[in-house]
């Protein structure tokens, strides 16, 4: 089992720009996450998804779109970047049945919008 | 607003010592109280986690005291070892919708010195 994985690992944009992040589970994960951590603030839910088909906002969600076609896949993206989404981005995913609670998280994608 | 608030920031601990690391909460909904453990570079991952139905709970070195009535818990971690030297952020969730969203504290950065 790979757990979470996401790419890219590392990307550059330009203010303006678009770009879509990729997680992937393979632990059949009903509930996926996407975050964002920056320095001093901890980790911010953006959006979450419940399963296939259904997306919902989360705590910080102006700015990113979300989509889950695939029960595996959960798709970041966002349509025209600016310097504050300047972050590491963690995707997590979490059962439904037995140990609900518990979070499972990727290894992080870095964006630096220029 | 940080709906879970951490401190200290940053905790250096000699090798054999304690490691107190605080949080406190204002939401009452909260019924799900998690740690999670992130080295650099890594996502972070759930360490030890505790519900408000319960005062303490143990796992290994690693304990979890809750103060329901303060609104508060802790993580204290016993004969720190240099292995522990990581960032841990305390987290709390709501159910709703189906999925256990978490908020999560600012982080405190732990260095175990050898």
């Known amino acids: 089992n790979a757990g979470v994985t996401q790419t890219p690992k590392f990307r550059v944009l330009k203010t303006g720009q678009s770009m879509t992040l990729l997680c992937a589970q393979d632990m059949n994960h009903e509930y996926m996450y996407w975050y964002r951590q920056d320095p001093g603030m901890g980790l911010r839910l953006i959006h979450y998804?419940?399963?296939?088909?259904?997306?919902a906002k989360g705590e910080v969600p102006d700015g990113y779109n979300v989509s889950r076609l695939k029960k595996q896949n959960f798709l970041l993206g966002l349509e025209s970047a600016a310097p504050s989404q300047t972050s590491v981005y963690f995707c997590?995913?979490?059962?439904?049945?037995?140990?609900?609670?518990?979070?499972?998280f990727g290894p992080g994608t870095r964006l630096l919008v220029l | 607003q940080q709906q879970v608030k951490q401190s200290p920031q940053s905790l250096i601990v000699q090798k054999g010592g304690i490691s107190i690391i605080n949080c406190a909460y204002e939401n009452t909904a909260f019924d799900y109280f998690p740690w999670y453990q992130q080295f650099p570079g890594k996502g972070p991952a759930l360490l030890i986690a505790?519900?408000?139905?319960?005062s303490e709970k143990k796992e290994g070195r690693f304990t979890i005291s809750f103060n329901k009535s303060a609104k508060q818990f802790s993580l204290h971690i016993m004969d720190s070892q240099p292995g522990d030297s990581a960032t841990y952020f305390c987290a709390a969730s709501i159910v709703y919708t189906g999925a256990n969203n978490l908020f999560f504290g600012t982080g405190t950065r732990l260095t175990v010195i050898p």
């Open positions: 505790i519900r408000p139905d319960v």
């Open positions: 997590a995913s979490s059962p439904v049945a037995g140990n609900q609670e518990t979070q499972y």
């Open positions: 998804s419940v399963g296939e088909g259904t997306t």
